[in-house]
Every structure is written in C-alpha cells, then in structure tokens.
T-cell receptor, first 115, second 109 residues
Framework: GAGVSQSPSNKVTEKGKDVELRCDPISGHTALYWYRQSLGQGLEFLIYFQGNSAPDKSGLPSDRFSAERTGGSVSTLTIQRTQQEDSAVYLC?????????????FGPGTRLLVL | GQSLEQPSEVTAVEGAIVQINCTYQTSGFYGLSWYQQHDGGAPTFLSY????GLEETGRFSSFLSRSDSYGYLLLQELQMKDSASYFC??????????FGKGTRLSVIA
C-alpha cells in the first residue's frame, strides 16, 4: 500500500509569512508524529496524535507552531510568522497504534527555507 | 532529562565490519530502536531491542545492555550503499521516541 506522503516537498517563504505543511499517514494508522530535522542534526519531536486522544504538544518550540489532525487521518502543521531559524526538514511519521515499541514509518519530509 | 550519545561520524572500508555505539540516559526505558537515513531520504526502521542481547537481521545486528544503558548497531560485509546516517532512539514509555543526533557512516573503497 501507499506510504506516508507529505506536501509540499519543498517550500520557500519569506520571514513573517505563515506556512502549512501537510501529512497523509498510512491508511489505518492511528498514531501520527511530527519531527523537525535541522541540517546535520537529529530528529526533534514536535507533536504526537493518537486516535481521539488529546495530542501531545510537548515538543512544539513556540506558540507559533500548531498542528491539527482531521478525521483521524490527514494532519496539517502550521507555522505562523516564520523565522529564519524555522528553516529545516519537517518529517511526519505514522504507526499502527502508537506504542513506543512500534516501527514508525516516515514520509519524505518537507524542506522549508525561510528567507 | 533524557539524552542519547552516539559518535557523529564513522568511516569504514567496504567489506569490513563497523560498530556504532549508543549510550542513553532516560527517565524510563522500554527499548532501543535504530533507524537508517540516506542523504535527502526519510528515516527507515532497522531494529528494536527490548531485552538484553543481540538481535540479528541479515547483515545488520543490534545489541542492548540495559544494565549499562548501552547499545550498538553492527553492520557486517559493508557495502557502499550502507553510507548513511544511523540514529538510535529510546522508547521511554512516553510514546514519542527520543532520537540521538545520528552517526554519519561513510563507506570507502
């Protein structure tokens, strides 16, 4: 079946603009994760959705970042008033149930450049 | 807090064996995962250790010692295509995995 897809693949924006990044998880996966990866760095956890539970937002770096997941499927990560330090690859992953021992399946990422 | 330490870079010769170490300090521990990421690509799952000992999957093996808070990924019969970044990640019971900063493996002829 289809894997995790993300759009756009690349996004260039001007400082101060808002951006929306989209993630389509694997069909049937109840858990969805957003990570940020700066150049040459590890994966920084941002937010986690599991079924109908309240999302774990503990990794969001500031209140400019928000995410929603509609109908338990597609998720959108929104960054308001973008700053140059927001430039990074934003990765989305999904897993069947959300247990920590589960394999996470990653999408190809959205490369965001804030000028 | 939670932290993972792994070497930033490793270089090894094609056909050889390489070991990538990972030490961790976490408030809880359920298991250690390894992911591979090629340049410009998405991370892909390699292995998961919940119990002490060695798990083998083809050319790749992963080891865990819970008492030492230590694990490693062992790659045998290295191939050029193994050049990538390798991340260890801890399942601490709080579902979001905590990832290390990654080890960049360069395989040379």
């Amino acid at each position: 079946g289809a894997g995790v897809s993300q759009s756009p693949s690349n996004k260039v924006t001007e400082k101060g603009k808002d951006v929306e990044l989209r993630c389509d998880p694997i069909s049937g996966h109840t858990a969805l994760y957003w990570y940020r990866q700066s150049l040459g760095q590890g994966l920084e956890f941002l937010i986690y959705f599991q079924g109908n539970s309240a999302p774990d937002k503990s990794g969001l770096p500031s209140d400019r970042f928000s995410a929603e997941r509609t109908g338990g499927s597609v998720s959108t990560l929104t960054i308001q008033r973008t700053q140059q330090e927001d430039s990074a690859v934003y990765l989305c992953a999904s897993s069947p149930y959300g247990g920590g021992q589960e394999t996470q399946y990653f999408g190809p990422g959205t490369r965001l450049l804030v000028l | 807090g939670q932290s993972l330490e792994q070497p930033s870079e490793v270089t090894a010769v094609e056909g050889a064996i390489v070991q990538i170490n990972c030490t961790y300090q976490t408030s809880g521990f359920y298991g250690l995962s390894w992911y591979q990421q090629h340049d410009g690509g998405a991370p892909t799952f390699l292995s998961y250790n919940a119990l002490d000992g060695l798990e083998e999957t083809g050319r790749f093996s992963s080891f865990l010692s819970r008492s030492d808070s230590y694990g490693y990924l062992l790659l045998q019969e290295l191939q050029m295509k193994d050049s990538a970044s390798y991340f260890c990640a801890v399942n601490s019971g709080n579902t979001p995995l905590v990832f290390g900063k990654g080890t960049r493996l360069s395989v040379i002829a």
